[in-house]
């Protein structure tokens, strides 16, 4: 479920036609302060650049050249200078200031180093390999400074600069979630080789460090001197010698309160002021199909709901009924919802979000099949959450009458209601945005922050639809010989299912909503820095980023940077939240499956183990491939709580490293038309809420499992497969 691929494109050339170049400016910052002794040591100025190792103010990003003393959770505060990191070539200097708020950096940032000369990467532990970034000769080391333990990592050369090897970046990243309010130590080695064939070299602070004579000069080394030498303590007792280190630093990672935190503070926000029924909801328009008519009786005898319309007519082969209208939420933006909106944050520097006194009002469309308007019973509500950049009210659940759907084919099958809205930050009317911040990424909250309030809006949603639909005696279902019953059963605990963004994104807003019992979250991920560069959906973005900022070491550093804005939704922080550690109030007893299709080019399957690791989720086996630090469990079904999935559409694979791959295979669309993935999901969703892949094996290519089946994907809704049985029986 992408976007018009070729329209965005041209949106981004021309913005690349009407950019200009220019530069930024730098400013003073002038010592005393305290160093980590606390005494007052006049340190001169600190905008002077301080490169821990490499070349160029930004490398090593990140490290404690960039954070001082502060009485925060953690102990420190991001220090930025703008003039250190890359301005764009239109002359747009990088704000520093959201930065400079946190007590951390994200606990999955990217470590970013521009080496001193370019490195023969045979000896990294890149991600076909991440167990020997553990092992006594790594060239690359990092280590928990609480606990001395290593932590497992991947260690990758920048593909996007293999034509410029003297602005190659080599890219660390932590193989799962570093913690929050974590000191680690990143250290290179002497096995870490030029193509010369010799060991990196030692920047001169760092061998004064080392030699433990003299002192460095530059103010920022100078004030976190006794921490710089105690990394050198660290890496030598987790097994790296001191004559050994090449480079070493540390980093101090953000708070919850700080990551996580403002999403659980809008959400508890938000929850006091919609309370169990929700606020709003206008109806718009009304589209039956004249064949299903006869199933909801007061839908003619009674007015219409005000400024409602009527459309009778046939309307897509897996919808009888849709409804489309606004429901209200409360207004945690700064500007409602104009583009350049940001979070409604408290004046006071707190990572908190201050609701508006106002509303505001959020698109909405909800679909039942003919099944939903047959069935003796009401179902429950389904939350349904659309892919990336995409519209529930342009596309999706408004599909039109000949466009196959896969999301309204299974809830046809299964006799569902679904409802959803437009994913507020990643949705078709945010493209501009995108673009923008693609060319300034300084712009970058304009759309994480929407992406937070994106997730609670549908709390609001669901409470509304429940209180305003589902109670509407309007919309009472009389299926033929039986009781009158409402259009859904509030009491019950809600479904959701989403594809793409809607599983990325959609894990996220599992994990803050309450009311949530089962969720299918499709082909999803975590850690947007690492999927920005290995994802065919960022490739329009991709061609912008190259014309604001063309030095490709410049881009990993502004990558690397916005991970701190994309923490604040990112699905890897919230993983933990949907199964493992629920919030308060959360329905008990909760199943959540993500199923993944394997050589997926949107979505890369590093991505979705990181995404696992962080769930404390079950790989079901046998998978097509296992992932490091994730179990595996062959039970068939499987009874557990949280799951991953592989199913295998035969469409390929990519090379491992940081390169987008060079077109779609569309694996990431095959697996969802599949019959038997039907059959496995409403099987989760709508029967007994186990996980079992077997329905595949009568057409898998061998029988066994894993799943790997062909599938065409249809162009019209008359190439969709036939209909199952949903949810299905259950298997033997």
């Not at 206008?282 to 064949?291: C, G, K, M, R, T």
């Not at 919802?337 to 940001?342: I, N, W, Y």
């Not at 909503?513 to 299918?520: E, K, L, N, S, W």
């Given at each position: 479920m992408a976007a018009n691929w070729s329209v965005l494109r041209s949106v981004a050339m021309a913005m690349l036609a009407g950019l200009a170049s220019g530069c930024g400016s730098a400013g003073d910052v002038v010592g005393p302060l305290k160093t980590d002794a606390s005494a007052e040591v006049d340190l001169g100025p600190l905008n002077e650049c301080a490169p821990?190792?490499?070349?160029?103010?930004?490398?090593?990003?990140p490290s404690f050249v960039f954070q001082k003393a502060a009485k925060t959770a953690t102990g420190v505060q991001n220090d930025l200078m703008p003039q250190w990191f890359p301005a764009s070539a239109a002359g747009k200097a990088f704000d520093v200031a959201a930065h400079n708020l946190r007590d951390g950096v994200s606990p999955v940032s990217p470590v970013v180093i521009l080496p001193p000369k370019p490195i023969d990467p045979k000896n990294l532990a890149d991600e076909t390999k991440p167990e020997a970034s553990l092992a006594a000769d790594s060239p690359t080391w990092m280590v928990d400074a609480a606990s001395g333990q290593r932590i497992r990592h991947i260690a990758e050369l920048d593909l996007n600069a293999a034509a410029k090897p003297d602005r190659q970046a080599l890219i660390l990243r932590p193989y799962a979630p570093l913690g929050f309010g974590k000191i680690i130590v990143v250290g290179l080695s002497d096995k870490l080789l030029g193509k010369d064939g010799k060991p990196m070299p030692r920047a001169p602070d760092f061998d004064v460090v080392v030699q433990g004579k003299g002192q460095p000069k530059n103010g920022r080394l100078l004030r976190s001197l006794a921490q710089w030498k105690q990394d050198t303590v660290a890496l030598e007792k987790a097994g790296l010698p001191r004559a050994n280190q090449v480079a070493a630093w540390h980093l101090t990672t953000a708070s919850a309160a700080w990551v996580t935190g403002p999403a659980v503070d809008l959400r508890d926000r938000a929850l006091a002021k919609v309370g169990a029924k929700g606020l709003g909801l206008?109806?718009?328009?009304?589209?039956?199909?004249?064949?299903?008519?006869?199933?909801?009786?007061?839908?003619?005898?009674?007015?219409?709901?005000?400024?409602?319309?009527?459309?009778?007519?046939?309307?897509?082969?897996?919808?009888?009924?849709?409804i489309k209208g606004l429901f209200e939420l409360p207004d945690g933006m700064?500007?409602?919802?104009?583009?350049?909106?940001?979070l409604n944050w408290l004046p006071d520097g707190a990572p908190k979000v201050a609701l508006q006194t106002k509303t505001t009002w959020r698109p909405f469309a909800l679909t039942a099949g003919p099944k939903a308007l047959q069935r003796p019973d009401a179902p429950p509500l389904t939350l349904y959450g659309h892919g990336f950049l995409r519209s529930v009210c342009a596309e999706d659940l408004c599909v039109k009458p000949n466009q196959p759907d896969a999301a309204s084919r299974i809830f046809a099958g299964s006799g569902a209601v679904a409802v959803g809205t437009d994913w507020w930050g990643l949705s078709g009317a945010e493209i501009g945005i995108a673009l923008g911040i693609s060319a300034d990424f300084s712009q970058a909250p304009r759309l994480t922050e929407k992406l937070v309030h994106g997730a609670v809006s549908f709390i609001a949603l669901s409470r509304a639809v429940q209180t305003h639909i589902g109670g509407d005696p309007r919309f009472v279902v009389s299926p033929v010989g039986q009781p009158a019953r409402p259009l859904t059963d509030g009491k019950q605990p809600l479904r959701?299912?989403?594809?793409?963004?809607?599983?990325?994104?959609?894990?996220?807003?599992?994990?803050?909503?309450?009311?949530?019992?089962?969720?299918?979250?499709?082909?999803?991920?975590?850690?947007?820095?690492?999927?920005?560069?290995?994802?065919?959906?960022?490739?329009?973005?991709?061609?912008?980023?190259?014309?604001?900022?063309?030095?490709?070491?410049?881009?990993?550093?502004?990558?690397?940077l916005m991970q701190t804005h994309w923490d604040l939704s990112d699905p890897v922080h919230f993983a933990p939240l949907v199964v493992q550690a629920p919030l308060p109030g959360t329905v008990a007893g909760r199943v959540a499956l993500w199923p993944i299709s394997w050589g997926d080019s949107q979505v890369p399957a590093l991505a979705s183990s990181f995404l696992a690791r962080a769930a404390g989720a079950t790989l079901l086996g046998p998978p097509v491939a296992g992932w490091v630090a994730v179990p595996t469990d062959e039970s068939q079904p499987f009874a557990g709580k949280a799951a991953f999935v592989q199913w295998d559409s035969l469409r390929g694979t990519h090379p491992p490293g940081n390169l987008a791959p060079d077109g779609d295979n569309e694996s990431h669309y095959a697996t969802r038309w599949m019959p038997e993935y039907w059959q496995m999901v409403a099987r989760v969703l709508y029967g007994d809420g186990q996980v079992d892949q077997r329905y595949c094996l009568g057409r898998d290519t061998d029988g066994k499992l894993p799943c790997s089946l062909k599938q065409e994907i249809p162009k019209v809704a008359k190439e969709m497969a036939p209909l199952v049985e949903l949810p299905p029986k259950a298997l033997p």
């Open positions: 821990v190792f490499g070349a160029g103010c930004a490398s090593v990003w206008q109806i718009q328009s009304i589209e039956v199909d004249p064949a299903y008519l006869a199933a909801l009786p007061s839908l003619q005898a009674t007015p219409l709901p005000a400024g409602a319309t009527l459309i009778v007519a046939a309307i897509h082969p897996d919808i009888a009924l849709r700064a500007q409602g919802q104009a583009p350049e909106s940001t959701y299912t989403g594809n793409s963004l809607g599983g990325i994104m959609g894990t996220t807003m599992v994990a803050l909503h309450p009311d949530i019992g089962r969720a299918v979250l499709n082909v999803a991920g975590g850690v947007w820095s690492t999927m920005m560069n290995r994802s065919s959906n960022f490739a329009p973005f991709l061609m912008v980023v190259a014309g604001q900022y063309p030095d490709p070491f410049d881009q990993q550093v502004l990558f690397a």
